[in-house]
């Protein structure tokens, strides 16, 4: 394509469509009282433009929805299955693929084996379903981002990178009680910020010199690997797939979400080197997911991962993918509203603590930003702050490290009126950010508590 001209096209034509429901200011404040003033419980079809999450919610090609029809469902060894583990291998050769219903699954089964009490298991920053099955065994989640990864205005290329002093001195002092380390890419609860690949590469180092295994958190691998090849010193030449495989060579292991880079709007997989490992993680998936060549997925599932996998890393997608992503963030930064900066890749994330700073983090302003967003537009987003991590493990409550409102941007499934339309509306919720409310929590499950709690407003 010429690069001359700067207008975002989509790299795909539009084959079919599903309707939205428009509502009413007063449709709209009912439904979110009614839902607990959380946006998980809000009715789907009650929502206009839905930025809840980017995972499992994007759109599946053509060419994916034609593999579908080659799904054989056969309960062991079926065609599907292989296809499914060579098209895991040409990105990520590691030597067992164990697939999964989705990347949770994953996570469960690999820290039921590895964790438990008086484990740490470190990370530049854990997304709410790792930190929690990694609590769940017993074993304590620590983040270790860089400094520039907690200022939501720092400029970085990578804001994402794992602070490589801190996570030598852990494992100076601890290495004999940590079974693994992960590096999230990209950063999710960071602000989908991407890690270096020079990053990568020390975090191996570090690893291998003290013999703990390193896995990738790696459900927005090709995104991470876009902004390596855009911001990376001597990466630019590189095909997008190679640097994939060269960050996969690097790690021991790997969780995954199908749900989001490889397009899937259900899957996952656990893939590893270690024999012995394997073969324990492989026992408890038979226990709770199903036989290995299914893991909780059906041949459909398996034939359309295969073929998203081969979509995902291909530039046009991707230069799209992220330069609409960053066609959001800008507008908002250049009306004001104060974003975290530079812009990720699958969302864009409004600093709620700046914006809101009226409300004390204990008060939940990004989940009084996320509420408005809703009751004005009709727009459902997710707040990533105190009410996902403030809950620490003993029961008591501190502030999240950052309040930020998520507007995830499913995959190949707005077009950018759709985008002008949010950014209309979040620059209007903004202008009156002074006058929202705080919210207090009146219903806490012990666990992932923003997925159901119910809040009230405070007068």
């Given at each position: 394509?010429?690069?001359?001209?700067?207008?975002?096209?989509?790299?795909?034509?539009?084959?079919?469509?599903?309707?939205?429901?428009?509502?009413?200011?007063?449709?709209?404040?009912?439904?979110?009282?009614?839902?607990?003033?959380?946006?998980?419980?809000?009715?789907?079809?009650?929502?206009?433009?839905?930025?809840?999450?980017?995972?499992?919610?994007?759109?599946?090609?053509?060419?994916?929805?034609?593999?579908?029809?080659?799904?054989?469902?056969?309960?062991?060894?079926?065609?599907?299955?292989?296809?499914?583990?060579?098209?895991?291998?040409?990105?990520?050769?590691?030597?067992?693929?164990?697939?999964?219903?989705?990347?949770?699954?994953?996570?469960?089964?690999?820290?039921?084996?590895?964790?438990?009490?008086?484990?740490?298991?470190?990370?530049?920053?854990?997304?709410?379903?790792?930190r929690a099955n990694v609590e769940f065994s017993g074993a304590e989640a620590r983040d270790l981002v860089i400094p520039?990864?907690?200022?939501?205005?720092?400029?970085?290329?990578?804001?994402?990178?794992?602070?490589?002093?801190?996570?030598?001195?852990?494992?100076?002092?601890?290495?004999?009680?940590?079974?693994?380390?992960?590096?999230?890419?990209?950063?999710?609860?960071?602000?989908?910020?991407?890690?270096?690949?020079?990053?990568?590469?020390?975090?191996?180092?570090?690893?291998?010199?003290?013999?703990?295994?390193?896995?990738?958190?790696?459900?927005?691998?090709?995104?991470?690997?876009?902004?390596?090849?855009?911001?990376?010193?001597?990466?630019?030449?590189?095909?997008?797939?190679?640097?994939?495989?060269?960050?996969?060579?690097?790690?021991?292991?790997?969780?995954?979400?199908?749900?989001?880079d490889p397009f899937g709007n259900i899957g996952g997989w656990l893939a590893l080197n270690d024999d012995d490992l394997?073969?324990?993680?492989?026992?408890?998936?038979?226990?709770?997911?199903?036989?290995?060549?299914?893991?909780?997925?059906?041949?459909?599932?398996?034939?359309?991962?295969?073929?998203?996998?081969?979509?995902?890393?291909?530039?046009?997608?991707?230069?799209?993918?992220?330069?609409?992503?960053?066609?959001?963030?800008?507008?908002?930064?250049?009306?004001?509203?104060?974003?975290?900066?530079?812009?990720?890749?699958?969302?864009?994330?409004?600093?709620?603590?700046?914006?809101?700073?009226?409300?004390?983090?204990?008060?939940?302003?990004?989940?009084?930003?996320?509420?408005?967003?809703?009751?004005?537009?009709?727009?459902?987003?997710?707040?990533?702050?105190?009410?996902?991590?403030?809950?620490?493990?003993?029961?008591?409550?501190?502030?999240?490290?950052?309040?930020?409102?998520?507007?995830?941007?499913?995959?190949?499934?707005?077009?950018?009126?759709?985008?002008?339309?949010?950014?209309?509306?979040?620059?209007?919720?903004?202008?009156?950010?002074?006058?929202?409310p705080g919210y207090r929590m009146v219903r806490e499950p012990q666990a992932l508590r923003h997925f159901t709690a119910?809040?009230?407003?405070?007068?």
């Open positions: 394509m010429d690069q001359t001209f700067t207008t975002i096209i989509e790299p795909f034509r539009i084959h079919s469509v599903e309707p939205l429901r428009m509502t009413t200011a007063e449709e709209r404040s009912f439904a979110i009282e009614q839902a607990g003033f959380n946006l998980f419980n809000l009715h789907a079809e009650d929502v206009l433009i839905d930025l809840l999450t980017d995972s499992g919610t994007g759109a599946m090609s053509r060419d994916q929805w034609a593999a579908i029809q080659h799904g054989d469902e056969s309960y062991a060894g079926s065609p599907s299955w292989f296809r499914f583990e060579a098209a895991v291998k040409e990105l990520f050769p590691f030597r067992h693929v164990i697939p999964t219903h989705q990347g949770r699954a994953a996570e469960r089964i690999l820290f039921s084996v590895v964790g438990g009490p008086g484990k740490l298991v470190p990370n530049n920053t854990h997304f709410d379903t790792t520039e990864g907690h200022d939501a205005a720092t400029i970085h290329p990578f804001k994402g990178n794992m602070d490589l002093g801190a996570l030598e001195t852990l494992l100076q002092e601890r290495a004999a009680t940590i079974p693994v380390v992960f590096l999230t890419i990209t950063n999710n609860s960071g602000g989908g910020q991407p890690v270096s690949l020079a990053n990568i590469r020390g975090v191996s180092e570090i690893c291998r010199s003290y013999g703990v295994p390193f896995f990738l958190d790696a459900c927005r691998f090709a995104e991470n690997a876009w902004f390596i090849h855009e911001r990376e010193e001597g990466q630019s030449q590189r095909d997008i797939s190679d640097i994939v495989r060269e960050i996969a060579s690097l790690a021991d292991g790997m969780t995954m979400s199908a749900k989001k394997a073969e324990k993680c492989r026992n408890m998936l038979i226990l709770t997911e199903g036989f290995p060549t299914y893991g909780g997925l059906t041949g459909r599932d398996l034939e359309a991962l295969a073929q998203g996998l081969k979509e995902a890393v291909q530039p046009d997608y991707l230069r799209y993918r992220i330069r609409s992503t960053a066609y959001l963030g800008d507008a908002l930064d250049a009306a004001g509203v104060p974003v975290v900066k530079p812009i990720g890749g699958h969302a864009v994330y409004v600093d709620a603590k700046a914006l809101l700073s009226h409300i004390p983090p204990l008060q939940y302003p990004g989940q009084a930003l996320a509420v408005a967003l809703y009751k004005s537009g009709g727009i459902r987003s997710c707040e990533i702050g105190t009410v996902m991590f403030g809950r620490q493990p003993d029961g008591t409550e501190a502030p999240a490290a950052m309040e930020l409102v998520r507007l995830a941007i499913p995959r190949r499934t707005y077009t950018q009126s759709h985008i002008d339309y949010v950014i209309e509306v979040v620059t209007s919720v903004a202008k009156d950010a002074a006058s929202l119910q809040f009230e407003p405070i007068a």
